[in-house]
């Protein structure tokens, strides 16, 4: 195909593809902005949801990654931050339900070497 002389390029494909990008990034954007980790719970017929006081976080995602508030750590710097967290502190347990059960446990022990008693297990209701 040749172009005469005086004949343009038609980019309105063009700027419909780039607008069609552009929402794709946006949306991916702001997606990552939130921060949520995907947590698939365990379901059960007995949840309570916590009261709203003061609470830590701790989550393990399907490949065993321990996260702090939704922020990834180690779980020696996890038993730092329990050591330096009042028992009076909520924590609330999210472990995904296709992550390893000696996670699980490890988070357990973690919290009653330091006599921290008071956390919840967060479970999905039926």
């Given at each position: 195909?040749k ?6 390029l038609?980019?309105?494909?063009f ?7 552009l929402a794709?990034?946006l949306?991916?954007s702001?997606?990552?902005?939130q921060?949520?980790i995907?947590i698939?719970?365990?379901s059960s017929?007995h949840t309570?949801?916590?009261?709203d ?6 989550s393990?995602?399907?490949a065993n ?7 990834p750590?180690?779980l020696?710097n996890l038993?730092a931050?329990?050591?330096q967290?009042s ?6 347990l ?5 992550s390893?059960?000696?996670t ?5 022990n ?12 967060t479970?999905?209701?039926?």
């Open positions: 195909m172009i005469k002389r005086g004949e343009g038609n980019i309105v494909p700027i419909d593809i780039m607008l069609v990008l794709i990034v949306s991916i702001t997606f990552i902005a921060g949520h995907p698939q719970v365990p017929s309570q949801t916590p009261k006081q003061k609470k830590l976080t701790i393990v995602d399907h990654q321990l996260y702090l508030d939704n922020l750590i180690t020696s038993k931050s329990i050591e967290t028992p009076q502190t909520l924590i609330e999210k472990s995904d339900k296709e390893k059960f000696e699980f446990v490890q988070i357990l973690l919290l009653k070497e330091k006599n921290h008693e008071n956390f919840v297990i479970a999905q209701k039926n």
